[in-house]
C-alpha cells in the first residue's frame, strides 16, 4: 500500500459548475486526493475569479476555491462541446453541475444521456431550489435561501432587523451536504453494487436542515424561534462579553460549567439562587445572568478574563479576526495553515484541509490555476483528440 496516498486516490470527478456551491464541493474532493476536471467557458471566466478581495488580477477566493484541480475550457452550449463532455462523462465517477434546472437537459446532458456508457455514474445537481416543485425552474442565489431556510429570521439581535450571514453560508453548508451525498452514493455503488444515481441538492434545503428541533417544536406547539442575539434560548449563560480590551465567548450548557464560572467571578452565592438554580430559571434569568457576568469581564483584560476562568474549569475562549488565527498556537499546533508555492503570488499561506485523518491526510498541492491551464493534458492525453482536431476546436472557441 502507498503511504503517501489520499483517501479519494482514483476517484474522478467531473465540475461543470461556477460560483461557490459547485467549487467548494469540488474543492473538499480535490483536497482529499480526487483528479477534479474543472471546467470554464472559454470566453467568460467563473465569476469568482473577479471577486475581492485581490492581488493585482489574482482573485485570493478563487485561488482557494480552484486549488487542487484541473482547468480546462469548454462551451457546453455547442454540439461538439456536448460530445467532449459526454467523452469525458464516460470516464469519471462524479460530474458536479449547478446550472438552473432544465439547462443542461437542453443541451442533451442530463443524466440518462451522461450515463448511457458509464452506468456507475454519480451525478450532483446542486440549484436554489431543487429539481422539482413550482420553484425549480427559478434562478436562486444563496441569499435567498439562508432567508428560506428560516437563518435568517432567528440571525441577529431581538429588536435588529434579520441579518445575513457575511459568508456565502447557504452554498457552503450545500456545498457540504452534496459532497456526504456523493460519498453515500460511491458507497452504494462500490460496497452494495448498486448503479449509480442523481443527487439533487438545494441551497436552502441543507441549512434548513440544522435548524434542529424547530419543526417539532412548530408542529407540536406552535413555536417560532425569534432573534436573541448571542444568547441561546437552550442554555444560560451563553453570549460575548465585553472586557476591557475586547469581547470573551462563554458558554455553560451543564450545571457544573455554570457553576465553575460562578466560582471565577467570585459569586458561589448565586449557585442556589432561585434566579439561576438551574438551567430552565437561568434561560428565563437570561439577561440578568448576562450583566452580572460583564460587570466581572469589564474590569479584566480579555487574557486575564479567560485565565481566571479556565482556571475555574469554565468553558471560554477570545473572539478572533484572521490576523489572530496566524498568532495562535492551537491553530499551528493543528497545523492548520499550510503555505504552497503559487506562480502568480509566490509563498501562500491557504486552509488546510479539514478534517484531519489519521492515515490518508489530505494535502493542498496548488491553488487555483488559469483558466484553460489543463486543456492539452486532458483533451490530447486523456481523450486523445489529435493536434489537428485540438486546434479546431480552440479556433472555433468550443474549448
Not at 38 to 48: R, W
Not at 162 to 173: F, N, Y
Not at 337 to 361: I, R, W
Request: glycine letters at 8%.
Amino acid at each position: 500500500m502507498d503511504d503517501s496516498a489520499t483517501p479519494l486516490e482514483g476517484l474522478d470527478v467531473l465540475d461543470l459548475t461556477t460560483m461557490v456551491s459547485g467549487g467548494f464541493s469540488t474543492v473538499m474532493l480535490a483536497d482529499f486526493g480526487a483528479d477534479v476536471i474543472s471546467v470554464e467557458h472559454p470566453t467568460y471566466n467563473d465569476p469568482v475569479r473577479d471577486w475581492q478581495p485581490r492581488s493585482d488580477d489574482e482573485s485570493f477566493y478563487w485561488k482557494s476555491l480552484g486549488r487542487n484541480k484541473r482547468h480546462i475550457t469548454l462551451d457546453l452550449s455547442t454540439e461538439d462541446g456536448q460530445t467532449l463532455t459526454r467523452r469525458l462523462a464516460d470516464s469519471v465517477d462524479i460530474v458536479v453541475e449547478n446550472f438552473r434546472p432544465g439547462t443542461m437537459e437542453s443541451w442533451n446532458l442530463n443524466y440518462e444521456t451522461l450515463s448511457e456508457n458509464n452506468d456507475g455514474l454519480v451525478m450532483i445537481r446542486l440549484s436554489g431550489y431543487g429539481q422539482t416543485g413550482p420553484k425549480a425552474s427559478q434562478p436562486g442565489f444563496g441569499t435567498i435561501a439562508e432567508s428560506m431556510s428560516t437563518f435568517t429570521h432567528i440571525n441577529g439581535f431581538q429588536n435588529s432587523r434579520p441579518l445575513s450571514p457575511p459568508i456565502p453560508l447557504a452554498d457552503l453548508t450545500a456545498a457540504m451536504f452534496a459532497v456526504q451525498g456523493a460519498m453515500f452514493a460511491i458507497y452504494a455503488r462500490d460496497v452494495q453494487g448498486r448503479s449509480g444515481q442523481v443527487i439533487d441538492v438545494s441551497l436552502f434545503e441543507p441549512l434548513f436542515r440544522l435548524m434542529i428541533g424547530d419543526v417539532e417544536a412548530y408542529d407540536t406547539e406552535g413555536i417560532v424561534p425569534t432573534r436573541t442575539g448571542n444568547r441561546d434560548v437552550r442554555s444560560a449563560p451563553r453570549n460575548l462579553y465585553e472586557t476591557e480590551d475586547g469581547y470573551v465567548a462563554l458558554s455553560a450548557s451543564s450545571q457544573n460549567i455554570f457553576e465553575n464560572v460562578m466560582a471565577a467571578i467570585g459569586r458561589d452565592d448565586l449557585i442556589n439562587d432561585s434566579r439561576f438554580r438551574n438551567n430552565a430559571v437561568r434561560v428565563e434569568n437570561a439577561e440578568e445572568l448576562d450583566t452580572l457576568i460583564e460587570e466581572w469581564t469589564r474590569q479584566r483584560t480579555t487574557e486575564q478574563a479567560i485565565s481566571k476562568m479556565e482556571q475555574a474549569g469554565a468553558i471560554v475562549g477570545p473572539v478572533y479576526d484572521i490576523a489572530d488565527v496566524f498568532e495562535d498556537e492551537q491553530f499551528a499546533a493543528r497545523e492548520d495553515l499550510v503555505t504552497v508555492s503559487d506562480d502568480d503570488l509566490g509563498e501562500v499561506t491557504t486552509h488546510a484541509p479539514v478534517p484531519k485523518f489519521s492515515e490518508t491526510p489530505g494535502e493542498v498541492k496548488r491553488l487555483g490555476g488559469e483558466r484553460g491551464q489543463h486543456n492539452n493534458e486532458i483533451y490530447c492525453d486523456r481523450l486523445g483528440l489529435d493536434e489537428e482536431e485540438y486546434q479546431r476546436l480552440r479556433d472555433e472557441k468550443v474549448i
